[in-house]
């Protein structure tokens, strides 16, 4: 028992502790039963927990309890547990009753208890823990996100061995970029070992230090260097709670570069600035200086303190306002180069600055102005002493600059050019070029600065020597528009550096040098011809062939144009016989028909030679006129002058030499004497010959004729075969006399084309045969391929009285030949060009006449469209036998713009171009359509205006043609004279065009133009001014302009017209009135201007008058409309004003004596009430008057006139009696005469109309009377009513009887009544007249007739 | 006895209201002139001035008493057809003026007087 107490005792005990223990759990507590599932007790912190009661609980399965619901739902769960015994929940949410979220730990186990299965569930309340964890996660996640986002780099590290050394435990991503680092392979590591220069960059103590204080330090930028990185770093080092180290940094490398290199610029840009010769200055907006460099005081002599924050006035007087103006520019905003100034210093000295500045924006904004000054007084001094230099150089001198403007132009020059340094200076150097070429060519200055190669490649006339550059050339204008030959010089002009900046020419006029240099030339082509004379005297073997020998070497090595020697016939006739001759003859000796008899056939240089025994020239053939018989033909042949010199044998005479020459004046007196003392030679030559005869050693004289022969001599057999052949074979034609003898000409098939064979064969067999044989030309090809020309002369070889062969002369006459052509080209294009046909025609046949002529087998001239652009076809020719189709269409269809091909090359360069082989030319375009029809060569010619070039003409052969610089010439003169041409046809066409411009202005124009003398009497008048004034031209012509023009501006037209003559004015313009023939006046807007010679003498007076009339009178009209209305408008306004004055007034008066009277006793106050009612009756019928003429002037226009038979002296009475009461109380007389008469009209309109000139008249009268008069007369009845008022003013007379018109405005009355009375009475057939006289009175008349029409 | 003197160039206006003052007891006199009113004044208690008039204009009567000096009361006599802005201008140039419109004189024109004659 006591056993079984102490037991119970201490199950007791032990129960009420597990009960406490139970009760006071901080944790709530449920036990189930394990098998039922039926809750058997619940701890009463889990009741608090929950909120619901015990009872609630107890008896219940778990999951019927709200809170559980969810949790344990089923019984499958609750077997679950049953199994397992066990199960934890480790956030588990709960509601409790009053619906509150809680976060629990739910831990259940299962037990036995006294054969009982329980189960006791624990739950413990962590909704605090839970939201503690959760807010703890997010600042975390938060931290964490700063930490890896930031932009700084965060490291942190954990202290080791107490602050020996710090282990990196954690890096931010923007510690990885900068320490090229990543976290994983660093974290762990000793920062040491890491970073190993952390010690020498001192960021370690800092570690240590914080580790030690907890202090946080700034560690300011330093370069971190190790030997993997290096860069500028700052750091803010602290230590966290964990005692874990944070050092918080940026990498400022890239800023402190930045800064250094700010700092660097900046220094480099200072030292430039501050070491810089030159001045460099800052301005600012308000144009002070706001820096100056240190080089002020040496550039511009002043200190700079002296001028910073001022705007200088240092500058030299003359230059100041230009310069000023030039900076105000600057600070608008406009740069500026080298401006040069003078400076003043302080010292008072005078330097020379050059000064460029340019504007600095910053922000869109102009901030200051940036200048450079250099100091350039010294270049200025050395310019000037180079000015003096080239002033002084006795040749004249100028120099240009690169840009090739004239820089200097020394006196020298002015005087050779007439051209003043003023007026060059500053020009480029082809104004130079035009002056002395007449055209821009360059100068020599400006070739010696052009591309090297240039000069040499182009101007062969140079030479050059270093750097000097040298020419000799003919000058077309040298000497004040003469021409010279000048030898000049150029050399580079170079500044203090060495540096070229420009080039000095010198020129020099050698022309008398030179001439006497043509004169030396001039006198060794004589001595030549001399000595070659002498040989053909010497070698002639007869008369005859010494004859054509002289004249052949007078004609080749005189370079005459033709000489031919003829007999005297001793006969009747004296006729001269031509007997040898050579050059460009073409049968001008056969019409020769000279004589030496003293006739007109011999009075020519020829017969006068030969009958005086003296040298007789044709200085001019042109002019000469003893030549007029063979001048025709002598110019037709190019013969310009001549020399006739007489032979004589031994005192007979017995011929003449005669000599033509292509120039005017060829001979000169020095050389008629050397020819004079040829003909003496060879008429002893002449007479040698007769005289030696068989003697002469013919073989030997023979043999040197034909080894010196200067043309090839061939002896050829019976047969044709060249049996011998002279050297001169080689020289013409590149031969050796071996490979040629033996041969027959037929053999030399690469000498001779086939068809001159042919001739030659034909030749040769006419000559064999005896016949005579002119000399003939045949073509003929050198070894060099060259085609020539060549003259076969022969005569057979007679021995033995048969023909043993020929001898046969060739010579290469293509030059001479060529000549001629083009010679022949050019009279003819000349001729044709002066023929005067127009531009259209004359093409083909230029064209057809230079290829004919000058073997050309296309030609085309190419000339400039309207707008100067491009070239066009103006015309192309070719043989009509050719077919060129493929070419023709090409060439029609294409266009030249300038530079673009052959043709357009030489419009650009106005230079003739030979194209040797088309193929060849890249710069060709049409070259296909050329090479399809066979083209190979081609030349291409300037048509040249001057300096222009107008258009261009190419012409293509067949055949390859080397250049041919003589023709190269010929062309480009046939060139120019075609520019010629159509410079005078466009300025023809453009002449003509203006004429008819200016006739057709003064034809048809439809203001008369007048012409007239000082005299002012007219010359001309188109048909416009007899138009406008019905004047024929020949009647205008006998006027002036005073007969015309209305009297009233006769004065002034005469005045102003005298001061235009004299100068005064310009010109005189008017608008005025004219008087026509018919003397209607009408209105004309004139302007005259004077015409005056170049002397300023008055030619002619020349005047264009417009006839203005209806636009005048438009004027008027609208003028005065315009006036009326304004008027009208104005006088209305007034009269609203005067009616409602006029009715407003009287109704007052009605009004207040009503009143008045209202309150008055009738007895006692009688007179009162009498006086009162006077006036308001008196005021009441002034209402009713306005009342009635405001309806008068309403019904105004739609009245009616109602006539009637009535007697006039009844309507008057009345109307005197209305008016009775108001004369007396002005004390004036009223009274009428009249009879009465009958009348048939209205009685009211008129009574109306009288009464209203009754009331006018009393209201403008103060003294005397009024009086109605009428009478009968005619049939009209007039009534008058006089007053002895103030009467009307003149300039108010037209407006009497216009509406709301009033004298004085502050009158009574509306201004309306005499209007009205004058329509009315109007519209009875009558009207209302007046007489006015200011200050005395006026007199009204109505007249109306006795009986009113209907 | 309050004096008035009427300046108003219609003669049956003015008499009309000279005849109207006296039945209500005032001695009233009346001027057509208005250079001779102003001569008068100086024996009168009030004014009664008509704007619109012929040779003088009210207006230039009412600037030349501003000028002389003239101190005594004045009531404007206007016309309906007296455009509002020369009322008002007149109002602004001389203040505390007084208007009584000439078509309702028989109404107001008695209690004006008394008004400004302080009665």
Same mark, same amino acid.
């Given at each position: 028992m006591v056993e079984r107490d102490l037991a119970e005792i201490a199950i007791r005990d032990s129960e009420t502790r597990y009960r406490r223990l139970f009760e006071t759990a901080q944790d709530g507590i449920l036990l189930l039963d394990a098998d039922t599932g039926q809750i058997i007790d619940v701890n009463p912190f889990l009741i608090s927990m929950l909120g619901y009661s015990h009872k609630e609980f107890l008896g219940k399965k778990l999951w019927e309890v709200g809170a559980f619901k969810d949790i344990v739902t089923n019984k499958a769960k609750f077997s679950e547990l049953q199994k397992k015994g066990y199960v934890r929940y480790e956030n588990l949410p709960l509601q409790t009753r009053s619906g509150k979220q809680k976060a629990v730990e739910f831990v259940s186990n299962t037990y036995r208890v006294d054969h009982t299965n329980v189960i006791q569930c624990n739950i413990r309340d962590i909704t605090a823990r839970r939201i503690a964890e959760e807010r703890l996660k997010q600042v975390e996640a938060r931290y964490s996100d700063v930490f890896d986002n930031s932009m700084n780099c965060i490291a942190v590290y954990r202290a080791e061995n107490d602050g020996e050394d710090f282990v990196i435990v954690d890096f931010n991503k923007a510690a990885e970029r900068v320490e090229r680092v990543r976290k994983k392979d660093i974290v762990g590591k000793r920062v040491t070992s890491v970073f190993p220069g952390v010690r020498g960059f001192g960021i370690f103590g800092v570690f240590k230090r914080v580790w030690n204080t907890g202090k946080p330090e700034f560690f300011p930028a330093k370069v971190y260097q190790d030997k993997r990185i290096v860069g500028w770093r700052d750091n803010y080092v602290l230590k966290l709670d964990s005692g874990e180290i944070v050092a918080i940094y940026s990498d400022l490398t890239n800023i402190k570069k930045a800064e250094q290199d700010l700092q660097e610029s900046e220094s480099k840009f200072r030292r430039l600035v501050e070491s810089s010769n030159d001045l460099i200055m800052l301005t600012g907006m308000d144009g002070k200086v706001t820096y100056l460099s240190p080089s002020c005081l040496k550039v511009l002599g002043w200190e700079p303190k002296k001028l910073l924050g001022t705007r200088p006035k240092i500058f030299h007087p003359d230059d100041a306002s230009r310069v000023n103006s030039?900076?105000?520019?600057?600070?608008?905003?406009?740069?500026?180069?080298?401006?040069?100034?003078?400076?003043?210093?302080?010292?008072?000295?005078?330097?020379?600055?050059?000064?460029?500045?340019?504007?600095i924006m910053l922000d869109n904004k102009l901030q200051m102005v940036a200048s450079v000054v250099q100091d350039i007084t010294e270049i200025k001094a050395s310019q000037d002493r180079l000015t003096d230099i080239i002033e002084s150089l006795p040749d004249p001198t100028f120099a240009i600059d690169l840009q090739g403007r004239v820089i200097y132009w020394n006196k020298e020059i002015e005087n050779l050019s007439g051209i003043k340094s003023e007026k060059m200076l500053g020009k480029p150097g082809g104004e130079v070029g035009k002056h002395f070429y007449g055209w821009g060519r360059p100068v020599a200055a400006e070739l010696l600065l052009a591309p090297k190669g240039k000069i040499e490649k182009e101007y062969d006339a140079f030479k050059r020597q270093g750097d000097i550059l040298t020419a000799k050339g003919w000058v077309p204008r040298l000497m004040r528009g003469k021409p010279g030959y000048v030898w000049v010089m150029v050399r580079p002009l170079y500044d203090a550096e060495g540096g070229i900046i420009g080039a000095i020419e010198s020129v020099r006029d050698i022309t008398s040098q030179k001439r006497n240099e043509d004169a030396l030339q001039e006198k060794n082509r004589m001595l030549a011809l001399i000595s070659e004379c002498n040989q053909a005297i010497v070698r002639s073997v007869d008369e005859i062939g010494l004859m054509n020998e002289i004249c052949r070497v007078l004609v080749n090595t005189g370079g005459y144009r033709m000489a031919w020697a003829g007999c005297v016939d001793e006969g009747p006739d004296k006729c001269v016989i031509p007997k040898a001759s050579y050059g460009f003859e073409k049968g001008y000796l056969k019409t020769l028909d000279i004589t030496w008899a003293d006739t007109e056939r011999g009075r020519g240089p020829t017969g006068t030679a030969i009958r005086t025994g003296k040298p007789s020239i044709a200085r001019d053939i042109l002019s000469d006129p003893r030549f007029e018989p063979w001048r025709k033909d002598a110019l037709s042949h190019g013969y310009a002058s001549s020399i006739a010199l007489p032979i004589a044998l031994e005192g007979k005479r017995c011929g003449a030499l005669n000599i033509y020459s292509e120039n005017?004046?060829? @001979?000169?007196?020095?050389?008629?004497?050397?020819?004079?003392?040829?003909?003496?030679?060879?008429?002893?030559?002449?007479?040698?010959?007769?005289?030696?005869?068989?003697?002469?050693?013919?073989?030997?004289? @023979?043999?040197?004729? @034909? #080894?010196?022969?200067?043309?090839?001599?061939? @002896?050829?057999?019976?047969?044709?075969?060249?049996?011998?052949?002279?050297?001169?074979?080689?020289?013409?034609?590149?031969?050796?006399?071996? =490979?040629?003898?033996?041969k027959r000409f037929s053999e030399l098939t690469d000498l001779l084309p086939p068809d001159s064979i042919a001739v030659m064969a034909e030749k040769f067999r006419k000559r064999v045969s005896g016949e005579e044989v002119n000399p003939y030309v045949v073509e003929a090809r050198t070894t060099e391929d060259r085609q020539i020309f060549v003259e076969v002369r022969g005569s057979a070889v007679r021995m033995g009285g048969g023909i043993a062969g020929a001898v046969v002369t060739l010579s290469d006459i293509t030059k001479r030949l060529s000549a001629d052509k083009r010679l022949l080209a050019s009279y003819q294009v000349a001729s044709i060009l002066s023929a005067g046909g127009s531009v259209a025609d004359t093409w083909p046949v230029v064209l057809r006449t230079i290829c004919t002529n000058l073997d050309w087998a296309w030609g085309e001239i190419w000339v400039e469209d309207e707008a100067r652009k491009q070239l066009s076809l103006a015309d192309s020719w070719h043989e009509e036998s050719k077919n060129y189709q493929p070419f023709e269409k090409v060439t029609t269809e294409i266009k030249f713009k300038c530079g673009s091909g052959l043709v357009g090359r030489v419009w650009a360069s106005g230079k003739p171009v030979w194209v040797e082989n088309i193929s060849k030319e890249r710069v060709f375009i049409r070259t296909a359509a050329a090479r399809t029809v066979g083209f190979k060569s081609a030349c291409a010619i300037p048509i040249a205006m001057g300096a222009e070039v107008a258009g261009v003409m190419v012409f293509f052969s067949e055949k390859e043609r080397s250049p041919e610089h003589e023709l190269l010439q010929s062309l480009n003169l046939i060139g120019y004279q075609i520019g010629q041409f159509v410079k005078r046809k466009s300025a023809e066409r453009s002449l003509r065009d203006s004429e008819a411009r200016f006739r057709n202005i003064f034809e048809h124009g439809s203001v008369g133009i007048l012409l007239s003398g000082p005299d002012f009497r007219f010359i001309k008048a188109n048909p416009a001014a007899c138009r406008i004034f019905g004047y024929t031209e020949s009647e205008l012509c006998r006027l002036s302009f005073k007969e015309i023009t209305h009297r009233e501006h006769r004065a002034r037209d005469i005045e102003q017209i005298?001061?235009?003559?004299?100068?005064?004015?310009?010109?005189?313009?008017?608008?005025?009135?004219?008087?026509?023939?018919?003397?209607?006046?009408?209105?004309?807007?004139? #302007?005259?201007?004077?015409?005056?010679?170049?002397?300023?003498?008055?030619?002619?007076?020349?005047?264009?008058?417009? =006839?203005?009339?209806?636009?005048?009178? #438009?004027e008027d009209t609208l003028r005065s409309q315009k006036d009326q209305l304004q008027e009208l408008s104005l006088l209305r306004e007034r009269f609203m004003a005067d009616m409602t004055h006029e009715l407003k007034t009287p109704l007052s008066v009605i009004m207040l004596n009503l009143d008045?009277?209202? #309150?008055? =006793?009738?007895?006692?106050?009688?007179?009162d009430m009498e006086k009162s009612f006077d006036l308001m009756w008196r005021n009441a019928m002034r209402l009713s008057i306005s009342v009635e003429q405001i309806m008068q002037l309403t019904k105004l226009e739609s009245v009616d006139i109602r006539s009637q038979k009535f007697y006039l002296d009844h309507i008057m009475r009345s109307v005197i009696e209305d008016y009775m009461p108001l004369a007396h109380s002005k004390g004036l007389t009223l009274d009428l005469t009249g009879r009465d008469i009958e009348v048939v009209g209205d009685p009211h309109i008129l009574s109306m109309a009288v009464s209203n000139l009754v009331s006018n008249a009393l209201k403008f009268t103060d003294n005397g009377g009024v009086r109605l008069v009428w009478t009968e007369e005619g049939g009209d009845i007039i009534i008058s009513v006089s007053d002895t008022g103030i009467g009307i003013m003149p300039e108010n007379k037209p407006k009497v009887f216009d509406k709301f018109f009033k004298e004085n405005h502050s009158a009574p009355g509306s201004g309306i009544g005499l209007a009205i009375s004058s329509t009315l009475i109007t519209k009875m057939g009558g009207r209302i007249e007046f007489d006015s006289m200011r200050g005395q009175g006026s007199t009204f008349r109505i007249i109306i007739p006795k009986v009113a029409k209907k | 006895m309050k004096k008035i003197l009427i300046i108003e160039d219609e003669p049956d206006v003015a008499r009309s209201i000279k005849m109207y003052l006296e039945k209500a007891g005032y001695t009233a006199a009346y001027t057509l002139d208005p250079m001779e009113g102003l001569e008068k004044l100086k024996d009168f208690d009030l004014l009664?001035?008509?704007?619109?008039?012929?040779?003088?204009?009210?207006?230039?009567?009412?600037?030349?008493?501003?000028?002389?000096?003239?101190?005594?009361?004045?009531?404007?006599?206007?016309?309906?057809?007296?455009?509002?802005?020369?009322?008002?201008?007149?109002?602004?140039?001389?203040?505390?003026?007084?208007?009584?419109?000439?078509t309702s004189l028989h109404a107001q024109l008695l209690p004006a007087i008394k008004k400004t004659l302080g009665e």
């Open positions: 030039a900076l105000a520019g600057a600070l608008k905003g406009k740069a500026g180069t080298g401006l040069q100034y003078r400076i003043i210093t302080p010292d008072g000295k005078t330097k020379w600055v050059s000064h460029s500045w340019s504007p005017p004046d060829a @001979f000169d007196t020095g050389e008629v004497r050397l020819l004079d003392e040829l003909a003496q030679d060879i008429a002893h030559g002449i007479s040698a010959l007769q005289a030696k005869s068989a003697l002469v050693d013919s073989e030997k004289t @023979f043999a040197a004729i @034909f #080894n010196n022969a200067t043309d090839i001599v061939v @002896f050829l057999d019976s047969s044709g075969k060249i049996q011998k052949i002279n050297p001169s074979v080689r020289r013409m034609w590149g031969y050796r006399p071996v =490979d040629i003898i033996g005298q001061r235009l003559g004299a100068g005064k004015i310009p010109f005189y313009k008017a608008e005025k009135r004219y008087v026509r023939k018919d003397g209607q006046v009408i209105w004309g807007a004139v #302007n005259v201007s004077v015409v005056r010679d170049s002397k300023g003498n008055l030619l002619y007076h020349l005047a264009m008058v417009d =006839d203005i009339t209806e636009q005048k009178r #438009n008045m009277a209202r #309150n008055m =006793d009738p007895v006692t106050e009688s007179r | 009664l001035l008509d704007l619109i008039m012929p040779k003088i204009s009210g207006r230039a009567v009412l600037r030349e008493m501003k000028s002389r000096g003239i101190k005594t009361p004045i009531i404007v006599l206007s016309a309906i057809s007296l455009p509002a802005t020369v009322g008002e201008e007149l109002a602004r140039e001389f203040p505390g003026l007084i208007f009584v419109p000439k």
